[in-house]
């Protein structure tokens, strides 16, 4: 899977947006941008994922470059509960039951 | 709930013991996997199970062995374990689809190797 780079840590205030960005510039045409979260203590969790148009759910947005070289995950208003490790994720669109391959990811801290 | 129940969640076993780690999923999906997350460390994947046939192993030491008796249940037996093997155990699962598949996780099983 090619590589993704985020961010160690970021921070935010309670009830307000959260940018969270991600770079893949070696990303090919056929790579799905995944996102995961991971809360303390528990397994990881999907929130959102996309190809090359934006898309949003109930969890949050997800904002793509035009020349997909990076992505940005929106959470509109975030919350103590956002409070965890986020994971960009590139999935080969060709096969299936491949590996997930997590990298460091960011830690956000949402204060009161 | 996920969908995928990991037991036990918290283990502590002696270099000598044999235990097993054992995940279901009720989500009917077709494809399984094993991951270790070591304090501070990302996920590393250990083994993957696609319609009950194992598709990657990822280098995993043979202390540990695992087992996929059907598509709902995947096993991770523990023999001889060292203390380094402390971490957090995750086992997910997901419906194979090209670059849409979405994995779930379940809440892991912390072991630690005394």
Redesign the interface.
């Known amino acids: 899977d090619a590589k993704t780079t985020q961010p160690n840590s970021m921070e935010s205030n309670e009830e307000e947006p959260v940018h969270l960005p991600c770079n893949h510039s070696t990303i090919s045409g056929?790579?799905?941008i995944?996102w995961?979260r991971q809360l303390p203590?528990?397994?990881?969790?999907?929130v959102i994922?996309g190809?090359t148009s934006n898309v949003n759910n109930r969890m949050a947005s997800l904002a793509i470059a035009e020349d997909r070289k990076s992505s940005t995950l929106i959470l509109h208003r975030a919350t103590l509960r956002d409070a965890a490790v986020y994971y960009c994720i590139l999935?080969?669109?060709?096969?299936?039951?491949s590996?997930?391959?997590?990298?460091?990811?960011t830690q956000l801290t949402v204060n009161p | 709930e996920?969908g995928?129940t990991q037991t036990p969640r918290h283990l502590v076993m002696g270099m000598t013991n044999k235990k097993s780690l054992k995940c279901e999923q009720h989500l009917g999906h077709n494809?399984m996997?094993w991951y270790k997350q070591s304090a501070k460390k990302?996920?590393e994947?250990m083994f993957?199970y696609?319609f009950k046939e194992q598709?990657?192993n990822?280098s995993v030491p043979s202390r540990f062995s695992p087992e996929c008796p059907n598509s709902s249940h995947l096993f991770l037996h523990l023999h001889t374990l060292q203390p380094e093997d402390s971490a957090l155990y995750?086992?997910?699962s997901?419906q194979?689809?090209?670059?849409?598949?979405?994995?779930?996780?379940?809440?892991?099983t912390q072991l630690s190797v005394l």
């Open positions: 056929t790579d799905y995944h995961y203590s528990q397994g990881p969790e999907y994922h190809l999935r080969d669109g060709e096969t299936s039951g590996r997930l391959t997590f990298g460091e990811g | 996920t995928v494809a996997y990302p996920l994947l993957v696609n598709t990657e990822n995750l086992c997910a997901s194979l689809r090209p670059g849409n598949e979405k994995l779930f996780f379940g809440s892991g």
